[in-house]
């Protein structure tokens, strides 16, 4: 069975800091690109970071681009985002992704979110 949790939400101040993770299990953790994405309210999901595949190069939304990192820990079948000088506009529900893509199918999992909010 299939499990994709996050853990690390919270409140931060604008300029803090947090540090996402999400634990995945029942499938094969290096053979998924893992990424993060976020959905404020009133707004599309939108992709925050991803490395795929786990270890390999990361990439990131020019919003979030030096400010936040993206690692894994394949021994233990975990993703992290490390969030740096958070500001307002970060604050949203952040979800942890799992996607495997080949010639005759696609897999996707995801995780049900753990809410940031940045505020004073």
């Known amino acids: 069975q299939v499990h994709v949790v996050e853990s690390g939400g919270g409140l931060v101040q604008p300029g803090g800091s947090l540090r996402l993770s999400c634990a995945a299990s029942g499938f094969t953790f290096s053979n998924y690109a893992m990424s993060w994405y976020r959905q404020a309210p009133g707004k599309e999901r939108e992709l925050v970071a991803a490395?795929?595949?786990?270890?390999?190069?990361?990439n990131y939304a020019d919003s979030t681009k030096g400010r936040f990192t993206i690692s894994t820990d394949n021994a233990k079948n975990t993703v992290y985002l490390q969030m740096n000088s958070l500001k307002p506009e970060d604050t949203a529900v952040y979800f942890c992704?799992?996607?495997?893509?080949?010639?005759?199918?696609?897999?996707?999992?995801w995780g049900q979110g753990t809410q940031v909010t940045v505020s004073s």
């Open positions: 490395i795929r595949p786990p270890g390999g190069s990361a």
């Open positions: 992704n799992a996607e495997r893509v080949g010639v005759t199918y696609v897999d996707v999992y």
